[in-house]
């Protein structure tokens, strides 16, 4: 499998500049995607997809609305399991290498990286992604938005803390309930950033073999 970028990545701003990288994991989702693009969009903010392959493979159109919109894409595993995690290394290979062959049919071109299903990082994973020449790809603020409603008020007050160049996940793939309250906080989340004079961008292909990952 060709790569074109490095075992290793950590997001960096340069000094002149206030960055910060907001990432999407589970998805593509048929209700949650669009209406995260969209919100995007509005704010003019570049963000990276972390896909889950299967899901991907469902939803192919979504795959190239993301891409039209000038964000980047990840790998986030084949179906977003823990099983891989307890067999042998070789067999935790063939699954990272089967979705990002999936991912790349469908997108044209390699993913960022690997983002693992809950940040799992072990030993194997660690030596089948140096097999597989991908860096791992994790992140520095999240919010459990997956698993609670995501409120503004602990969202702002994060952004305030949150140092350029760093990476945040949410999830673009929410419960049925959350979705509303998601959107509404990804608004004001946008709007406050760029009040704060924060560019939002897309984690790029391509990185230079000096970067580490990030948590």
Same mark, same amino acid.
């Given at each position: 499998?060709?790569?074109?970028?490095?075992? !290793?990545?950590?997001?960096?701003?340069?000094?002149?500049?206030k960055v910060l990288y907001l990432s999407f994991d589970d998805g593509p989702d048929p209700?949650?995607?669009?209406?995260?693009? !969209?919100?995007?969009?509005?704010?003019?903010?570049?963000?990276?997809?972390?896909?889950?392959? !299967?899901?991907? =493979? $469902?939803?192919?159109?979504?795959?190239?609305?993301?891409?039209?919109? =000038?964000?980047?894409? =990840?790998?986030?595993?084949?179906?977003h399991s823990w099983r891989p995690f307890f067999r042998s290394q070789d067999q935790l290979?063939?699954?990272?290498? $089967?979705?990002?062959?999936?991912?790349?049919?469908?997108?044209?071109?390699?993913?960022?990286?690997?983002?693992?299903?809950? &940040? @799992? @990082?072990?030993?194997? *994973?660690?030596?089948?992604?140096?097999?597989?020449?991908?860096?791992?790809?994790?992140?520095?603020?999240?919010?459990?938005?997956?698993?609670?409603?995501?409120?503004?008020? =602990?969202?702002?007050?994060?952004?305030?803390?949150?140092?350029?160049?760093?990476?945040?996940?949410?999830?673009?793939?929410?419960?049925? &309930?959350?979705? &509303?309250?998601? *959107?509404?906080?990804?608004?004001?989340y946008l709007a406050e950033g760029k009040a704060l004079d924060y560019r939002f961008e897309?984690?790029?292909?391509?990185?230079?073999?000096?970067?580490?990952?990030? $948590?």
């Amino acid at each position: 499998m060709h790569r074109i970028v490095p075992n !290793e990545y950590r997001a960096n701003a340069s000094a002149d500049s206030k960055v910060l990288y907001l990432s999407f994991d589970d998805g593509p989702d048929p209700i949650g995607t669009p209406a995260t693009l !969209e919100v995007l969009a509005c704010h003019q903010a570049r963000a990276s997809f972390f896909l889950v392959a !299967e899901q991907a =493979g $469902r939803f192919p159109h979504l795959i190239q609305h993301i891409q039209s919109q =000038g964000h980047s894409l =990840g790998n986030h595993s084949l179906d977003h399991s823990w099983r891989p995690f307890f067999r042998s290394q070789d067999q935790l290979q063939l699954w990272i290498e $089967r979705s990002e062959t999936l991912i790349q049919k469908l997108s044209g071109h390699p993913t960022l990286g690997f983002r693992s299903p809950a &940040g @799992v @990082v072990t030993p194997p *994973l660690k030596a089948a992604l140096k097999n597989l020449d991908m860096p791992l790809i994790h992140w520095n603020r999240r919010f459990f938005d997956a698993l609670w409603s995501w409120e503004p008020k =602990g969202a702002l007050q994060s952004l305030r803390r949150t140092p350029s160049g760093s990476i945040v996940l949410l999830h673009d793939k929410q419960k049925p &309930g959350n979705l &509303g309250q998601y *959107l509404k906080t990804l608004h004001l989340y946008l709007a406050e950033g760029k009040a704060l004079d924060y560019r939002f961008e897309a984690i790029p292909y391509g990185l230079p073999s000096s970067h580490r990952p990030m $948590r």
